[in-house]
């Protein structure tokens, strides 16, 4: 049975650097699956962040690249966000999620594992 699992810090200040990692078991980070960040900001709907595929290869959501990496520790089967400059407006349930194919929209039926969801509050 894969199992995603996300862990962080719950509650971050403006302007500091968000970061997450999704610790997988059950399936290897680096065998198959693209590997994907994904957040639901309250009252909205779910946003692709980035991927890092089973290569190493990094994929990022133009309009987030600029704050946004993606790495990995394959001797754990993590993978990991970092998310710079924060502001209120990323204040979002942030999920890690696993599919075949690369998947740049946020739609839960294209994606074959998800994690539970860890809440990030951005502020002061």
């Known amino acids: 049975q894969v199992q995603l699992q996300e862990s962080g810090p719950g509650l971050v200040k403006p302007s500091q650097t968000l970061s997450l990692t999704c610790t997988v078991s059950?399936?290897?980070?680096?065998?198959?699956?693209?590997w994907s960040w994904i957040r639901q900001p309250p009252g909205k709907g779910l946003e692709w962040m980035g991927a890092i595929r089973y290569d190493g290869n990094i994929y990022y959501k133009p309009s987030l690249k600029t704050h946004t990496s993606i790495s990995r520790d394959t001797s754990k089967n993590q993978f990991s966000l970092q998310l710079s400059s924060v502001t209120p407006e990323d204040t979002a349930v942030y999920y890690c999620?696993?599919?075949?194919?690369?998947?740049?929209?946020?739609?839960?039926?294209?994606?074959?594992?998800w994690g539970q969801g860890t809440q990030v509050t951005v502020s002061s």
């Open positions: 059950g399936a290897s980070i680096t065998t198959s699956y693209y």
């Open positions: 999620a696993g599919s075949p194919n690369l998947n740049t929209v946020a739609d839960r039926g294209r994606y074959t594992y």
